[in-house]
């Protein structure tokens, strides 16, 4: 009876360490990465630990880390604890430069283990973005070669115009494509038909303009007079 007793105590001492040892393992967890959008000002971290950590913040990862204050555009809300928490992460200055930013968030447990977070936040690409004319008014008399262009300050931007309410609209088409070094102009031409009513009449042109995950939408008023 005693055997069996001590076979017993030995088996669920065994299955103890093992879960112990899952778990200690399991639970030293963070995201790899974390996407922030342009306007976006704060997010949510978890961190999974059963041990201290400490986390450090690096502001640029693309020309090397760098953790001087000045250089900053986040911060961490705690930095250091003991066991699993909540991490927010605030946004100190807003995002104005073309290309992403991205930063880091190193954690460093007690046991020697460590975890990288890298935090990319959108450029304020589409922000500069803007279509001229956005009104166009015209006689009654049938007319050609009407244009309007949109701008962007990237090259790398994907532009759809759909015409609406627009029976009377002639020959949309995309014109040319001017490139700068950071920018770039759609233009669009168009003509229209004689207008046989005693009223003025308007058509539309929808124009959405997407860069990866941003997008800015715009419309373009024609106006034909009687």
């Known amino acids: 009876m005693k055997r069996i007793t001590r076979l017993i105590i030995c088996t669920l001492t065994g299955i103890f360490l093992l879960v112990g040892c899952r778990n200690e393992d399991d639970m030293l967890t963070a995201p790899q990465s974390i996407s922030l959008a342009t306007s976006q000002v704060s997010a949510t971290i978890n961190i999974k630990a059963?041990?201290?950590?400490?986390?450090?913040?690096?502001?640029?990862?693309?020309?090397?880390?760098?953790?001087q204050t000045d250089d900053q555009w986040f911060v961490i809300t705690p930095s250091e604890g003991i066991g699993s928490c909540e991490m927010q992460l605030n946004i100190l200055s807003a995002s104005t430069g073309i290309s992403p930013r991205t930063g880091a968030?190193?954690?460093?447990?007690?046991d020697g283990n460590q975890h990288t977070i890298e935090v990319t936040q959108n450029g304020k690409i589409l922000d500069d973005c803007?279509?001229?004319?956005?009104?166009?008014?015209?006689?009654?008399?049938?007319?050609?070669?009407?244009?309007?262009?949109?701008?962007?300050?990237?090259?790398?931007?994907?532009?759809?115009?759909?015409?609406?309410?627009?029976?009377?609209?002639?020959?949309?088409?995309?014109?040319k494509l001017d490139q700068y070094e950071n920018a770039v102009t759609h233009t669009y031409s168009f003509g229209v038909e004689a207008n046989p009513h005693n009223y003025t009449r308007e058509a539309y042109f929808d124009v959405v303009v997407r860069y990866a995950e941003q997008v800015r939408n715009f419309v373009v008023t024609i106006r034909q007079t009687r």
């Open 50 to 67: 059963n041990t201290r950590w400490h986390a450090t913040t690096y502001a640029d990862v693309a020309t090397g880390r760098s953790n």
């Open 105 to 110: 968030i190193v954690i460093d447990y007690a």
């Open 130 to 175: 803007y279509v001229s004319p956005t009104a166009i008014t015209l006689g009654a008399n049938a007319s050609e070669n009407h244009t309007f262009f949109i701008y962007a300050p990237c090259n790398d931007v994907v532009v759809t115009v759909t015409p609406r309410q627009s029976e009377w609209i002639t020959n949309l088409h995309f014109l």
